[in-house]
């Protein structure tokens, strides 16, 4: 009866969610819900609490929001798009060329989160202005964040090449073009929803084009946005391995050169980067908090285990598992890391029982929970996309669904 009705639950505020409602109150009501229910409500609360101060991207988001403010208030923002205002017009072919930048970087930094943090920042504003829809600018940067499956340092990739006893670059390689076709499928999609929507050509204010057509162009005003990003893939890449920081440590050394670039006053650029951050808690983290309230429900009624449990375990549904289960586990936990690892270690080594290796499963499974996690209005990157861009997650999630979910097929029939 339990599981019954936190299923109810789920789907009755994944509806509200898609209608658009206010999500950290339908998340964090849900999760209490499901909490009461279990006859646990403290616990839901314990972890509102924990989630607070303790979320691996509280770091990454306020920094990159609070540069943000900063780039606003230096100018530098205002530099940025006089010296791109070319790309108005263009936008059929920055949609797929932003996404397969996000999908390099992310390569690298392995985080989604932190890369749509620290490359959203100033290229989303930068896609707005040009013309672009701000939910496709969004969706653009979010369908390039599970480049990660292509670094053999990924632990998902490490945990399925000690499963089926090969190298990391083993299970990369045997993933790598099903996970291209995924990036193509994805950004595909979105070029062919802006075109035929016309989300690629807004008009903007008459004020706001002659703005940028009659900027004077201050060039180190306009690479200042690129630094932190810079610094982040230098270090992380291993090119200059004394430029490995994290990302809040970039995002103050490029608050720090556009206080020196700009000369503004130093009063004003703390004020704002503090804005900035501020702004970042209240909606980005909020929403994380209220995802994670959601979650710590669904596990108070064991929804996790019993899906996991019966997608393992009932006959002719186990192969058919390893792709399914974790991206639904993935879109309803906005993990992908979290569902590959549960599905991997459960059927991955049993393999051979349903005619498969073992390492194309837990690659089935890895790939279907980082698909799952792209297209799941809980996930960090998926917050921190929408946030940037001013819209609800869903609105992301809308566009880019069909494309990146269209390799979901693929996978389960050649692997």
């Not at 403290?42 to 780039?71: H, N, P, R, W």
């Not at 490490?158 to 083993?170: K, L």
């Not at 006959?315 to 639904?328: E, L, S, T």
Request: glycine share 10%; proline share 4%.
């Amino acid at each position: 009866m339990n599981v019954v009705l936190g299923i109810l639950i789920v789907v009755i505020t994944i509806y509200f969610l898609f209608r658009e409602y206010e999500p950290r109150l339908l998340l964090i009501a849900s999760g209490l819900l499901m909490a009461g229910i279990a006859l646990d409500p403290l616990t839901v609360l314990d972890e509102f609490a924990y989630k607070m101060a303790t979320d691996s991207l509280i770091q990454a988001i306020c920094s990159s929001l609070g540069f943000g403010f900063v780039l606003r208030a230096t100018g530098c923002e205002k530099h940025l798009f006089a010296a791109f205002s070319w790309i108005r017009g263009y936008g059929l072919f920055i949609i797929p060329l932003v996404t397969l930048t996000t999908f390099g970087v992310n390569a690298i930094l392995m985080s989604a989160g932190n890369t749509a943090a620290a490359i959203g920042c100033f290229l989303i504003p930068l896609m707005i202005r040009a013309g672009i829809h701000p939910a496709v600018a969004g969706a653009a940067i979010l369908t390039g964040t599970f480049g990660s499956m292509l670094n053999p340092l990924l632990p998902v990739n490490i945990f399925v090449a000690e499963i089926a006893g090969v190298a990391a670059d083993t299970v990369v390689q045997a993933q790598s073009l099903f996970v291209l076709f995924g990036l193509i499928a994805g950004a595909g999609w979105l070029v062919i929803y802006a075109r035929w929507k016309n989300e690629h050509a807004i008009d903007q204010d008459t004020e706001d084009k002659e703005n940028q057509s009659t900027e004077t162009i201050n060039w180190g005003y306009v690479i200042t946005p690129f630094i932190p990003l810079v610094i982040l893939v230098l270090g992380s890449s291993g090119l200059v391995p004394d430029l490995r920081i994290g990302v809040a440590q970039a995002m103050c050394v490029g608050t720090l050169f556009a206080l020196l670039i700009t000369r503004t006053s130093p009063s004003k650029v703390t004020e704002e980067f503090f804005q900035g951050m501020g702004y970042a808690y209240a909606n980005a983290i909020g929403l994380i908090i209220a995802v994670a309230v959601f979650v710590r429900g669904m596990k108070s009624l064991e929804l996790m285990s019993f899906f996991i449990s019966w997608m393992t375990t009932t006959p002719g549904i186990a192969k058919v598992g390893a792709v399914v289960g974790p991206f639904m586990m993935g879109v309803m936990t906005g993990s992908g890391d979290a569902a590959a690892f549960a599905f991997s270690e459960v059927v991955a080594p049993h393999a051979f029982l349903y005619g498969m290796e073992t390492m194309n499963m837990g690659s089935m499974a890895s790939i279907a929970g980082a698909i799952g996690r792209t297209v799941s209005p809980f996930a960090g990157a998926t917050i921190v996309c929408a946030c940037i861009a001013g819209v609800n997650p869903v609105a992301l999630v809308k566009r880019n669904f069909p494309g990146i979910v269209l390799p979901l097929f693929f996978i389960g029939f050649f692997l």
